[in-house]
Each structure stands twice: as C-alpha cells, then as structure tokens.
Antibody, heavy 119, light 110 residues
Framework: EVQLVDSGGGLVEPGGSLRLSCAVSGVTFINAWMNWVRQAPGKGLEWVGRIKSTTDGGTTDYAAPVKGRFTISRDDSKNTVYLQMNSLITEDTAVYYC??????????WGQGTLVTVSS | QSALTQPASVSGSPGQSIAISCTGTSGDVGGYSYVSWYQQHPGKAPKLMIYEVSNRPSGVSDRFSGSKSGNTASLTISGLQAEDEADYYCCSYTSDTTWVFGGGTKLTVL
C-alpha cells in the first residue's frame, strides 16, 4: 500500500519561500511519477506540477500560475519529493497535497500540509 | 488549461440515484481514458472512487459507476446514502501532458 507523508507547511510572508517535503513508501520510488496538487480554502483541487520518474528522465512540468516560481525535485535515496516555493503570493495559500500517479492515471494522496501566505 | 466543468451542487434523497457531469474538450476528457473521480469529505484528503473512466478500485461500493460520452464524463451514484454527502471532483489527463481537475460538485443527501 502506498503511503505519502506531506510536511513543511506553515505561515510565510508574501515574497517569501518555503519547501515542502513528501516521504513516499510502498512503491518503487525510482519508477514513481510524483505530483503536487493544492486546494485553496473553500475552493477546488488544482494541479500544481509533476516530476517524472528518474527512469523516465526526471523532467518537470508546472501549471501556469506557479511556473517560474515553484520547483519540484526528488531524492531517490530518501524516497522523497520536494516542492520549493519562491516569491509566494497570497493566492498561493492552500493545502498542498503530494500525489503519486498510478499506472491507471489516478492518484494516491498524502494527508496534505497547509501553507498560509500572509503578512 | 481551464478547469473541467462540473455542476456546483447536486442533491438527492436516500435511495435515489444522482449523476454528476464533467465536461472538458477533445484535448482532455474527450481524448483520453485517464479520467478519474475523487470523493472528498471536509478536512480530508481526496479518495479515489473511479479510474480510467469506469473502473472501481477495490473497496469502493458498486453503487458508484462512471461513464464517458464525447467530451463529457459522468459519475453516477445509486442508492444514495447519508455518507455519500461530500464534494466530488473529476480529473483528466491532457494533451499538454499535464492534469486538470473539475471545479468540484457538492453532493447533498436530503
């Protein structure tokens, strides 16, 4: 069974930075395609970005609202994926979920970590 | 990539059936079989209910079913129960090799 544990959320001022982590178990991580999805308070789910498996090149893609500000990386030795968030704005306030993409094109989810951008 | 279109809310009485639509384009819902549905209760992470348009994961009640016609996917819940009250989201792979979610539908069991 896949388990994803999100961490690193907190309160940050506009313009600041934060790094989220997601520890993954129950899957061969080097083959895993990992995503980040966020949910603003009272709003719907929004795909943030993805990093392919190392075996598939480890490349990244991002949603337009975060491109150039957010970076996804992975450490296969730690079975961990990261979301580095820079130049944060109030609109980035959300619960951030780590999500593992299954071969069926669906997602396994972490428990989420709350990021609040406020002065 | 614009969000997929879902009704904001649907409602039904216990025992009834309801359907939630999810409309996209040929570049997402209409072009791929990677359409999934998630149930989310308040304060909880989403839970997979349907994958690849119409498949149910192990442990999900057979009261939940999925289908697709053209650019619109649908989730049908039969024999509504109180515990089905939640938010529901569709999700599709896209031609940009990214993913897009629907805006979400709040299901109320009357």
């Amino acid at each position: 069974e896949v388990q994803l544990v999100d961490s690193g959320g907190g309160l940050v001022e506009p313009g600041g930075s934060l790094r989220l982590s997601c520890a993954v178990s129950g899957v061969t991580f080097i083959n895993a395609w990992m995503n980040w999805v966020r949910q603003a308070p009272g709003k719907g789910l929004e795909w943030v970005g993805r990093i392919k498996s190392t075996t598939d090149g480890g490349t990244t893609d991002y949603a337009a609202p975060v491109k150039g500000r957010f970076t996804i990386s992975r450490d296969d030795s730690k079975n961990t994926v990261y979301l580095q968030m820079n130049s944060l704005i109030t609109e980035d306030t959300a619960v951030y979920y780590c999500a593992h993409r299954r071969s069926t094109g669906s997602f396994d989810w972490g428990q989420g970590t709350l990021v609040t951008v406020s002065s | 990539q614009s969000a997929l279109t879902q009704p904001a809310s649907v409602s039904g009485s216990p025992g009834q059936s309801i359907a939630i639509s999810c409309t996209g384009t040929s570049g997402d819902v209409g072009g791929y079989s990677y359409v999934s549905w998630y149930q989310q209760h308040p304060g909880k992470a989403p839970k997979l209910m349907i994958y690849e348009v119409s498949n149910r994961p192990s442990g999900v009640s057979d009261r939940f079913s999925g289908s697709k016609s053209g650019n619109t996917a649908s989730l049908t819940i039969s024999g509504l129960q109180a515990e089905d009250e939640a938010d529901y989201y569709c999700c599709s792979y896209t031609s940009d090799t990214t993913w897009v979610f629907g805006g979400g539908t709040k299901l109320t069991v009357l």
